[in-house]
């Protein structure tokens, strides 16, 4: 994963439209995140409790994951993903963790294991591959970082420096979170 610390990583290869890129990359990096594509539950901002494990923050809501493994024959109950009759799921976030780590390869060259390699090096420090024989070792790293205050959805959010994030729910989800969200502050 050395690639991954690379500043270049997703720059053009051709030397002059690198050199433009890198130019364009330095006026705005600094500038807030915008993200109407944000993937996050309003219950995380609005409680802001530490996460409660890798794989309920990074498996089970991402559907870019679970429908890879869905599609070669992972069952979605054996990720922890919640079933429209409630029958019984993966709720043992290792055990998750575990059957996404020995599946892992199929992301090889896919935008999503570009991110999640992103993610375990750069937030987490991770520069080992995962896979099974790692699976474990990551898990632990990750579910301690996750108990730190400055890991916490708001510590996040301000240290990312997003100004705006869009978060998923249903269209007839009540509304509470957001209302919690907007009365802290």
């Not at 053009?12 to 996050?40: C, Q, W």
């Not at 979605?76 to 799921?89: F, I, R």
């Not at 996404?100 to 080992?128: C, K, M, N, Q, S």
């Amino acid at each position: 994963m050395v690639a991954l610390t690379d500043p270049d990583l997703l720059f053009p290869s051709e030397a002059h439209s690198r050199s433009l890129a890198r130019d364009l990359y330095a006026g705005i990096k600094n500038l807030p995140i915008v993200s109407p594509h944000g993937h996050t539950d309003p219950r995380w901002y609005a409680l802001n409790e530490p996460f409660p494990d890798p794989a309920q923050l990074l498996i089970v809501p991402d559907h870019y994951i679970f429908r890879m493994l869905f599609s070669q024959g992972v069952r979605l109950e054996d990720l922890g993903v919640a079933s429209l009759d409630g029958a019984p799921v993966e709720t043992d976030g290792r055990t998750i963790w575990r059957r996404f780590a020995e599946h892992y390869y199929l992301f090889r060259a896919t935008p999503t294991r570009l991110w999640f390699d992103h993610v375990l090096a750069h937030l987490f420090g991770i520069e080992e591959p995962l896979d099974a024989a790692t699976a474990d070792r990551h898990y632990d790293t990750i579910a301690t970082v996750l108990q730190w205050e400055n890991f916490r959805p708001r510590a996040l959010f301000e240290r990312f420096n997003i100004e705006v994030i869009a978060t998923t729910e249903g269209a007839l989800d009540d509304l509470k979170w957001h209302k919690m969200i907007r009365d802290s502050g």
